[in-house]
Structures are given as structure tokens and as C-alpha cells.
């Protein structure tokens, strides 16, 4: 494989690093790309690897040391599995490092996080004004370390800090729409996201739609696609022009094409229940403490989907990426998630 760019990927099963995967699998230069896939699931891998060309390595995130010799062995590393995980974290720290230490290299770590480093305690009772730009960089640095995701994005920007490493964070925020993607179709990887779909699981178990407090907090959505599409961007732009490209401070990148209210989910989740004959009403009713302890399975997780998150994706925009959806079609994806989870009940 001499020649070729070392890849490493994690998450390929899930819903973006799956949609990403297919991305890379058909990626122009994909010819160059020499890719190996973290699975934990052998089945999953044996038809990554006979199907899908993609070597792989079985292994979960608690292996650490074979996650560190896996990222020494690559040049690239697309972290796209969990943003909290500490110990895996700096297991793949500890492999750039050992990387740059033994051949010089300067290897490129992609991290994922997501825009719940910015939320407030609103309960869905207010919208915010505050609104965090990526170009910002004194206002990224002024978020707490207590701020969800922030443990690890910290570690993340430390190691290029360090200069071991170049890093990049991409930070998602609703990521929505089912994947459809050959992965998929194969049974490989994850077709849901994980909010809207949460909601929507919820709703229909109390057969009325459900919101936090008044559903009145901000939160940015991204599509699927559109998010996909972050990577390579900002992949291709690292590959090509290596010396413009943001990272470490400068290199955190949102997700973000548009911007909804709680609410407005929650009205297009029961609008689509009562049209399907799932609920008595279309209105959404407020999640009692009760229910939010039973369906979220704790306060914070509860309140978590009635904060506030406003992002813009404007670092992102000047890569060249450019969002091919918005809110409207965040408001269109509802109906048929709900079909998709209503016939799972
Ligand atoms: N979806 C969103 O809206 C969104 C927005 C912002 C940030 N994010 C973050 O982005 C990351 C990926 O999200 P996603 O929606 O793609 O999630 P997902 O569909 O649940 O995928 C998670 C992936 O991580 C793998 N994984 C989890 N724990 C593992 C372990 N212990 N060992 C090996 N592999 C493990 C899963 O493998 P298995 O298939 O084997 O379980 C799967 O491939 C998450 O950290 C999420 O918080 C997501």
C-alpha cells in the first residue's frame, strides 16, 4: 500500500460515520485512500471486508492499546464514534504521538463533538441570544470545562497545542433524515440519528406528542448528508492545501444549515401522529417530571432537549461547504421517521 493515505475510521456502524464511509468508499480519489475500519461486530466486519473492500480491525473502544498501535499505523485518523470517551481519547492521542515520535509525521486527527458544548439550562421556557460563530476563537475559548464534550475536545485541541498532531473537531449539531446508503441496505450501518427519533420513540409510547417545558429554547440542524459532506470537505481541504487549513483553536468546524425551535419539532411529530391515527390531538403536551425520568431516564437528559444551542457553521462555509438542506426539510423528515418507528412499536 505504499503510497496510498493511511485511514482510520471509527463508527463506520453508526449513522455518520456509516454515511461517511460510503462517502470515502466513492470519493474521487478513493483509489488513494487505504482505509481501515474499527468494528466491534466480526459479522459486520467479515462483509465490510468481502463486500465493501474495507479492511477492518475488530476491536471495542475499551482496547486501547490496539486502538493506539491502529492509529500509529495510519496517517489519518476520522474519530467518529463517541465524543466523550475519554480513555479512547487519549488512546488515540497516545498513538499520534507515538506516530510523530518514531516517522516525523505529523498525523491528522478529524474528532467528533457536537453542539451540546454550548447548551444552557432553558428547560424549553426561553429562546437564547446568544449565537457562537466557529470563526470566533476567544468565544470558543471562553467555554467552561464543565460544557458537555468539553473534557475531551480540550485533550483534542491540547495535542495539536502540543505539536505533535494536527486535530480538527467537527461539531454536528441535529444531524436528521433516515440514511439510505448501501451500508445501510447491508445491515452494516445505523439509519437513525438520535434526537428527533428519541422524541419521536417517546411520543408514541404516550401517544401524544411530547415537548420540554414550552419548547420555546433554539437549537441548529444539520442533514445527514450535508454533514457527511463536512468531512470530506474539510478532509480534501486538508490533503490539498494542508497549510490554510484551520485547526487545532482554528480548527473546530459546526454543523450547522438552519435552526428550529424544540416546539416545532414536537407540533411536526404530533401533527404526523394524529394523521396516521397515533394520537387523539395533534397538540404536544409538556413531558411531566415523571415521564421525563421514565422515557429519558434522567433530569439532565430530560433538559437536555429543551436547552439552547446556537451555532454558526461560518469556518465551515469558508472551507467551501455548502449545506444543500434546511429547516424546512428538518420539518419533512418527520413524518416518515414517525411511519418508521411507529411500525417498530
Ligand atoms: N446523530 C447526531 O445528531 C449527533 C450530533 C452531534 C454529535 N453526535 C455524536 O457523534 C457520534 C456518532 O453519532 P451517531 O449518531 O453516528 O451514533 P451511532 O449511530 O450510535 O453510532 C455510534 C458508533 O460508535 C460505535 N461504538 C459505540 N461504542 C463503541 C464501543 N464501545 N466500541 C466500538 N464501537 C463503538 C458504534 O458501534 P456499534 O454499531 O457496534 O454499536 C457505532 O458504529 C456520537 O458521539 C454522537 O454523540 C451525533
Redesign the pocket.
Known sequence: MAGKISIFV????????GTLLVRLLNHPDAGTFDITA?V??SEKAQILESKFGVKTLIA???EHDRIEEAVAANHIILQ?????DEPLTKAILRGLKRRHDKIGDLPILIH????GLLIDDARGEYPTETIYSDLNVEQLKSIPPTAYHRNVDLLVVGADEEGYARTHIVI????YGIATHPLVKAGIS?PH???IPSLIRFSLARKRAGVIGKGLSLWPNVHIDDTADIYIVLLDSILHHPDTTGHGWEGLYFGESGEHRWLDISLAIGRAMYELGLADSPEPTPFSHDEILKYFGSEWRGYLFGTNSRARADRTRALGWKPKHSTEDLLASIKPEVEVYAKKQ
Open positions: 471509527t463508527g463506520v456502524t453508526g449513522y455518520i460515520g474499527l466491534r461486530n471495542s473502544h475499551a467518529i464514534s463517541d465524543s466523550d467528533t463533538s457536537g453542539t454536528p449539531s441535529t444531524v445505523n440519528s438520535i434526537q
